[in-house]
């Protein structure tokens, strides 16, 4: 894997993973607060 | 204000004077990490000499957290921090009080380290003004920003943790500058540091002034 | 729409509520889109650069995400000027300093990341003490800093003015260390090493990608400090909730 592979590759998956985080926090939130 | 300050900063060092904690406590400490330094980089001088200053600033910077969490230990018990709240005294100068006796405890612990890192490092002292302008200029401001975040994490259960962790990034500039202009004036050009002696006073004046206006708000709900 | 997807409960069923909603749906789907573009011309479609070749097409990347980094931290410290002024004194601006603060500092560490996998073949090594990168690595121990202090235990309103007190003075910190980092360099190195990429001639193809990057990955900032700040606010209406449930058995013991 080239340099400019890794690159991309962490940025995007860092943020996908926060992403998906924030949503999956962002929904316990809501059923706790059903 | 002004009046209140000589107070504060009366009570502080009066307080160290008989607890000599600082004394007996920060100052050693930071000897010790001038002597870990030393066993870290190794024997050569010619190695040690020319990092002689930023050693030297490292341990201050270090020593300095911990003056300010002593500084802040001290209004802990018995509730002295109510009772600093309830005297009546100008925030602003309970501010600049407890960081001219941080100030001058932390300028002792520069007297002391720099026949520690003559002594050990071998640096060879010259430019003596600019050494002290230096010292004077950076311990003012970390002394600042120290009291500062010191009111920050007053009261906390983490603040031990918490202020090395705050303040450590914030005073790079101090650090950098600092040692700069150690670095001109022990290599006998001083009037290099002209710059280097500018931004720790600016730097200086402007925490001071945030700590002056900032430290009120921070205490009333410690 | 399904229902677990609903509005916060503090505006549910309000048409402002479902706009905001949308809104937020229709700047997801253009940051991915956005992004998936930026992903497609940065890999694919634009030419290697003459010097750099291939490593070029880390333009695309880097930079976007220093802006962001930088973008973030501007808004958590306005956010945090609001919080304290008097007059505009709020918990959404609180809670919009917090969200911003958490965004900034994932993309703080992307710009880090990727400065450091840009630097490797470029210079040789991982880490130069360029002024901008060690400025934004300053900048990033200061935003853990703050995201520590905010994590504190204790009455939320006194956690949420010191830590708006330490943005702020983290606020004016961060352009001295740039400044004296920077003057630092200058004395040590000249300048024979361009470290910016200003050499860098990009035109094109090239220039419209690095466009798109910028406003790609700020419309995720965007999204995802929509999503941080619904969550803070969720939050905050729980930990209030429990608040009043606890004064109400309170109250029905005391009879």
Redesign the interface.
């Known amino acids: 894997m080239t340099y400019v592979d890794a690159g991309y590759v962490v940025v995007l998956t860092t943020l996908f993973v926060f992403a998906v985080s924030l949503v999956w926090r962002e929904r316990s939130a809501r059923r706790r607060a059903r | 204000m002004l009046h209140d300050a000589a107070l504060v900063c009366g009570k502080d060092l009066r307080i160290e004077l008989r607890s000599r904690v600082a004394l007996n406590q920060v100052v050693p400490f930071a000897v010790a990490v001038l002597v870990l330094f030393g066993l870290a980089l190794g024997p050569d001088r010619a190695v040690l000499a020319p990092a002689a200053a930023g050693l030297f600033w490292v341990a201050v910077l270090l020593s300095a957290v911990l003056a300010v969490q002593r500084s802040f230990a001290v209004e802990s018990a018995d509730d002295a921090r109510d009772g600093l709240r309830l005297s009546g005294l100008d925030p602003a100068g309970i501010f600049l009080g407890k960081a001219a006796a941080v100030g001058a405890e932390l300028l002792v612990l520069e007297g002391v380290l720099t026949i520690g890192v003559a002594l050990l490092y071998g640096a060879r002292l010259q430019g003596g003004l600019v050494l002290a302008g230096a010292c004077l200029a950076a311990t003012a401001g970390l002394a600042g920003?120290g009291i500062?975040?010191g009111a920050?994490?007053t009261g906390?259960?983490?603040k031990e943790t918490?202020l090395p962790?705050?303040l450590?990034?914030?005073v790079?500039?101090v650090l950098?500058?600092a040692t700069?202009a150690w670095d001109e004036a022990l290599a006998g050009t001083p009037s290099r540091a002209g710059?280097w002696l500018l931004?720790l006073a600016?730097?200086a004046v402007?925490?001071l002034a945030?700590g002056t206006v900032?430290f009120g708000?921070?205490l009333e709900?410690a | 729409m399904t229902t677990v997807l609903a509005p916060a409960p503090v505006r549910s069923g309000t048409r402002s509520g479902r706009w905001r909603v949308v809104a937020v749906r229709v700047v997801g789907a253009a940051a991915l889109a956005g992004v998936v573009l930026t992903v497609w011309l940065g890999l694919w479609v634009t030419p290697q650069a003459v010097g750099f070749g291939n490593l070029v097409r880390l333009l695309y990347i880097h930079p976007p995400m220093a802006w962001v980094a930088f973008l973030a931290y501007g808004v958590a410290s306005l956010a945090s000027l609001l919080y304290l002024w008097p007059r505009t004194r709020h918990r959404r601006y609180d809670r919009l300093a917090g969200a911003s603060a958490e965004v900034g500092v994932v993309f703080t560490g992307l710009t880090l990341v990727s400065g450091s996998i840009w630097g490797r073949p470029t210079w040789g090594t991982y880490w130069v003490w360029d002024p901008l990168l060690t400025s934004t690595a300053i900048l990033f121990v200061l935003y853990l800093g703050y995201l520590a202090l905010r994590r504190v235990p204790g009455d939320p309103e006194v956690v949420a003015r010191r830590a708006a007190v330490a943005a702020l003075v983290a606020f004016v910190d961060v352009p001295i260390v740039y400044f004296s980092v920077s003057w630092w360099r200058s004395l040590h190195q000249p300048p024979t090493i361009d470290f910016t990429g200003r050499h860098l001639y990009v035109h094109g193809s090239m220039a419209w990608t690095l466009l798109l990057g910028f406003v790609s990955f700020t419309l995720c900032y965007v999204w995802l400090m929509a999503h941080r700040y619904r969550l803070a606010a969720l939050r905050d209406a729980e930990a209030d909730a429990g608040l009043s449930a606890a004064i109400e058995e309170r109250r029905a013991e005391a009879g």
Do not use: E, H, N, Q
């Open positions: 920003v500062l975040y920050m994490s906390l259960r983490v918490l962790l705050l450590v990034p914030l790079t500039p950098l500058g700069k710059g931004l600016v730097f402007l925490y945030i900032a708000p921070l709900d």
